[in-house]
């Protein structure tokens, strides 16, 4: 009995009802009723419950949850590996809207009537996610282009969930008093900040022009983003050209293309990291759904929702990282991870250099099929492994890896795994088409 009490003064102090308003706080009402229950149960055993039954949960509750799900499973230095790889398995597919809304939408969006913009939409969307439904259209001038709608009310939805997460914080900090408050906090904020970013319509198509400026401007034509078309975009509604193609990892690309696919990767891969150097932002989900081999073998970049910035710190740290990998020198790559990571204690490095070679070594057993498994939707769980692996040796230690970082190495696995499905005798670290100098 002495759990409940704590749980509504927990309440009483976070939330306020009268200031959340009507919507908010009809959510908080649905939200806590299928989290109490659960609650509950966890509170009493007082100890982390099963990651599962959190899973569940999360897909339960819809929007923000499932978002919050997808970053627990890309920050394995932060959270428990059982975790991590539970979170890895929650999708986000869910059931569409009806057109009915989606023409509404994109009415009172564009404030026009539809017909003046658009010749034709899709009914059928090509794909359903927690935020948005995307369609294909073709606009009134005769380009087809695909249609992205950000669903009703998501982000008054996310704002009222996040009241709600804080209860959540506060109830893991009662039942887990040796929590480190201020990371916990931390990570609610960076999850929310995104959350809102990736509903921000307007800012991912800028996103976009600014990584075209930045093809333009490094007059790089062998990597293609999409164009936006801002008559037809708005807050809730993104119109972007429409590419043709096929996954570059596709085992039928080189008979779908004019070019090689193995040297569309390394320019892909080129022109990823020139990026981190000389772009204000770098595009954070590059597997290969998101990477369209073209008919004439230029490759082309879609899906800017997840984009990350590098500061000059973490991309050094990174290039250290590269470095030591390429050498084989685990105690260059131990460095870099005190460098990037925050830790509080006296590290052994020797033991720290010892344990990640150990980790490394273990890429060699990640096959071909694993990856060529990924769809897209979740990260390959073998190339995930090795990620928690190694976020659970940072652990260990004390090391807490800013999430910049981690998708900047996740990243670089996807491309070193890539790399050896397309040219098995390539090597990442010492290979002529690389123009970076490592």
């Not at 600014?210 to 062998?222: E, G, P, Q, Y």
């Not at 230029?298 to 990282?321: C, K, N």
Request: proline share 4%; aromatic share 10%.
């Amino acid at each position: 009995m002495g759990f409940l009490p704590n749980i509504h003064s927990i309440l009483k102090r976070n939330i306020s009802l009268t200031e959340m308003g009507l919507r908010s706080s009809l959510r908080l009402t649905q939200t806590m009723a299928k989290v109490t229950p659960y609650a509950i149960r966890w509170g009493l055993k007082r100890k982390l419950p099963p990651a599962n039954e959190v899973r569940e949960l999360f897909e339960a509750l819809g929007t923000t949850y499932i978002k919050f799900g997808q970053f627990i499973a890309s920050s394995p230095s932060i959270f428990p590996k059982e975790y991590v790889e539970e979170f890895e398995q929650l999708l986000d597919q869910t059931k569409p809207i009806p057109f009915s809304t989606i023409k509404k939408i994109v009415f009172e969006d564009l404030k026009q009537p539809i017909n003046r913009v658009f010749s034709h939409i899709e009914q059928q969307p090509l794909a359903s996610a927690s935020i948005a439904q995307v369609h294909a259209a073709t606009l009134v001038t005769g380009e087809n282009v695909v249609l992205k709608v950000q669903k009703p009310g998501v982000q008054a939805i996310i704002t009222a969930d996040l009241n709600t997460v804080y209860v959540l914080v506060r109830l893991l900090e009662f039942m887990l008093p040796n929590t480190d408050r201020d990371a916990l906090t931390g990570i609610v904020s960076e999850m929310y900040q995104a959350m809102i970013d990736e509903c921000d319509f307007v800012k991912e198509a800028q996103h976009i022009k600014v990584f075209r400026n930045f093809l333009d401007t490094s007059n790089i034509n062998t990597v293609v983003a999409p164009k936006v078309y801002e008559r037809a975009s708005g807050l809730r509604v993104l119109t972007m050209e429409r590419f043709y193609g096929c996954a570059l990892t596709d085992e039928d690309a080189s008979e779908k293309s004019q070019g090689d696919p193995a040297k569309a990767l390394f320019e892909a891969l080129n022109v990823w990291f020139a990026s981190l150097m000389k772009c204000e932002i770098f595009h954070a989900d590059l597997h290969s759904g998101n990477m369209m081999l073209f008919e004439d073998g230029r490759v082309g970049f879609i899906d800017f929702g997840m984009v990350g910035r590098v500061s000059p710190e973490t991309w050094q740290a990174m290039f250290s990282l590269f470095k030591g990998l390429s050498e084989q020198d685990y105690a260059l790559v131990a460095d870099a991870m005190l460098a990037v990571g925050m830790t509080r204690k006296n590290i052994d490095k020797q033991q720290l250099s010892r344990d990640i070679e150990h980790v490394f070594l273990s890429m060699n057993n990640i096959s071909n099929e694993d990856l060529m498994a990924n769809d897209g939707l979740n990260v390959t769980p073998a190339v995930n492994d090795v990620i928690n692996t190694l976020g659970e040796v940072a652990r260990n230690y004390g090391i807490r890896f800013p999430r910049s970082f981690t998708l900047l190495l996740k990243q670089f696995l996807y491309f070193d795994r890539y790399i050896q499905i397309l040219d098995p005798d390539a090597n990442l670290f010492d290979d002529e088409r690389i123009t970076i100098d490592f």
